[in-house]
């Protein structure tokens, strides 16, 4: 058994895999790190790896105190991965972006892909039918929005996501919810249709925490899988054992 664990910015996301079976999901506050994946270890004792893939501010020897129990694995931009990178500043591209990318070449080969991530930040990566990694963007994620809006301004809440009644908000919380929601899918599908101004065909794959919830606000037609990052960091892992 393997457990697959994902530091990100604002959560943890862990995963035990049977090979290629998804075992049990789970999501945690970095606080409870060791307790969780203390808890995990103890559940699932056949566990004999852990691989971690780590983007948030959480120190790499705390991992290390589970060595008595697993093997550690950490991917890093040393680890291989199935593609050729072209970023023009590599090393600073996101080791979580790299996983994916990963798992799109080796889930789907021979195509083009677009791996969309909604998290904290919304990311776009693309990868082309040669394995070339070519790159994307970055922008706020649906939380950050609405933060910035209760942050920057003087008098708006702090609301949490909700779609929109209608696209023209009556009230100030309607007129939030259509702005960043509306906004986001308005971002994603504009972003889509410029990649198809280059590229005929592509799969999308829709990723990350708000993967449900935006799945339904889309007009294009995606691949959505939330877990679609642990499965990466299993099969990114297979790779480099390989």
Same mark, same amino acid.
């Given at each position: ?15 035990? *895999? ?16 060791? %307790? ?17 893939? +780590?983007? !948030? ?10 060595? +008595?129990?697993?093997?550690?694995? *950490? ?11 072209? $970023? ?7 080791? /979580? ?10 889930? *789907? ?7 969309? /991530?909604?998290?904290?930040?919304? %990311? $776009? ?5 040669? /394995? ?15 933060? +910035?809006?209760?942050?920057? %301004? ?28 509306? !906004? ?14 280059? $590229? ?43």
């Amino acid at each position: 058994m393997l457990l697959t664990i994902d530091v990100g910015n604002t959560r943890i996301k862990a995963a035990v *895999f049977e090979q290629n079976t998804l075992v049990e999901f789970f999501v945690f506050t970095k606080d409870v790190l060791l %307790t969780e994946t203390n808890y995990i270890l103890n559940k699932f004792q056949r566990i004999k790896k852990i691989v971690v893939a +780590s983007v !948030g501010n959480v120190e790499k020897e705390l991992f290390l105190s589970f060595e +008595s129990k697993a093997e550690i694995y *950490f991917i890093t931009h040393e680890s291989k991965f199935p593609f050729t990178n072209l $970023y023009t500043t590599p090393t600073t591209l996101g080791v /979580d972006r790299m996983v994916l990318a990963s798992g799109a070449v080796l889930r *789907f080969p021979n195509q083009n892909r677009l791996v969309i /991530d909604a998290g904290t930040c919304i %990311t $776009y990566d693309f990868i082309d039918a040669n /394995d070339n990694y070519l790159g994307g963007a970055i922008s706020p994620g649906i939380r950050l929005r609405y933060q +910035s809006l209760n942050d920057y %301004t003087a008098k708006l809440p702090l609301l949490t996501k909700k779609e929109p009644e209608n696209f023209i908000g009556n009230t100030t919380h309607e007129s939030i919810h259509s702005g960043v929601i509306n !906004g986001v899918a308005s971002e994603i599908d504009g972003f889509i249709n410029l990649y198809k101004t280059q $590229y005929a065909k592509f799969i999308i794959i829709l990723t990350g925490g708000d993967t449900e919830f935006l799945a339904i606000q889309l007009k294009n037609t995606i691949f959505a899988n939330s877990n679609f990052l642990l499965e990466s960091l299993n099969q990114t892992f297979q790779y480099n054992q390989k």
